[in-house]
């Protein structure tokens, strides 16, 4: 088992990636506050007023002085967690899709599951999740399962937990989106470690519904594509491609959900 402090409020950070997101951020930081201690804003070069609402908030504002991605924007967060010595970091998106209240799910599941990536899966009320959504996440799903060497749910989420080692891996390829999925490539080939799904329910505008989002930042073909171009070429390059596969298949999901 992989030795791992006991994780709390207390050490583990919230990151929180913003691109243009005035519409919602003071909710979303004002809720994560409420299950960490450090929220870390990392506003990637927002034309809005995103960085004057997070710098009213007892939260730490760090500024790309133009856009440089999510990826950046996460690599950004996670140096300034490990500067802070947290032994763990949340992520979540500011656009208001993420529910805070799960914090303490995916920390009592890093507590459980040392040695892993703790992954929100959006398995709850996936009714309401868009089309492209599914699609996206389907297919994400099969072709970073083979590359990573095992089975895992919604390999897209944004709200996710990572323990130190894994904030510390460095010369990790990718940006934007893809980004996070070789984040769980890197972490399984170079760590060892694996994923575990909690859970979660991620809120969408729907018909009928008072709350408002922004227009999603994910473009279904154009990064559909350049996540599976990058998958593909990441596992091509291990070679075995059928034994790999095969492999992958036979290692099942692993979700963390108490009482159900």
């Known amino acids: 088992?992989?030795?791992?402090?006991?994780?709390?409020?207390?050490?583990?950070?919230?990151?929180?990636?913003a691109l243009d997101e005035a519409l919602r951020i003071r909710g979303v930081v004002e809720d994560a506050l409420a299950h960490g201690d450090l929220v870390i804003v990392v506003d990637d070069g927002s034309d809005d007023d995103t960085a004057a609402i997070v710098s009213a908030l007892p939260a730490v504002l760090l500024r790309h002085p133009r856009r440089m991605g999510k990826g950046q924007a996460l690599r950004t967060g996670f140096a300034e967690a490990l500067r802070r010595g947290m032994a763990a970091v949340v992520t979540m998106d500011g656009d208001g899709q993420h529910r805070a209240s799960d914090i303490p799910r995916l920390v009592a599941a890093a507590n459980a599951h040392p040695g892993n990536i703790v992954n929100g899966a959006r398995l709850k009320k996936r009714e309401t999740q868009p089309w492209y959504r599914h699609l996206g996440n389907d297919f994400g799903d099969w072709g970073?399962?083979?590359?990573c060497g095992f089975r895992l749910f919604d390999s897209q989420s944004g709200q996710r937990l990572y323990p130190a080692p894994v904030l510390a891996l460095e010369d990790v390829p990718g940006e934007g989106f893809v980004f996070e999925a070789q984040l769980l490539i890197s972490a399984a080939r170079r760590l060892g470690f694996g994923v575990v799904s909690v859970p979660v329910e991620t809120r969408y505008a729907v018909p009928g519904s008072s709350e408002q989002f922004r227009k999603s930042h994910f473009k279904l073909f154009r990064d559909l594509y350049r996540i599976t171009s990058h998958v593909v070429g990441q596992v091509w390059s291990r070679g075995g491609i059928l034994k790999r596969y095969r492999d992958a298949r036979a290692r099942p999901p692993v979700v963390y959900d108490p009482g159900t």
């Open 144 to 147: 970073i399962a083979w590359a």
């Open 1 to 17: 088992m992989v030795e791992q402090p006991t994780l709390h409020r207390g050490n583990v950070a919230v990151v929180i990636p």
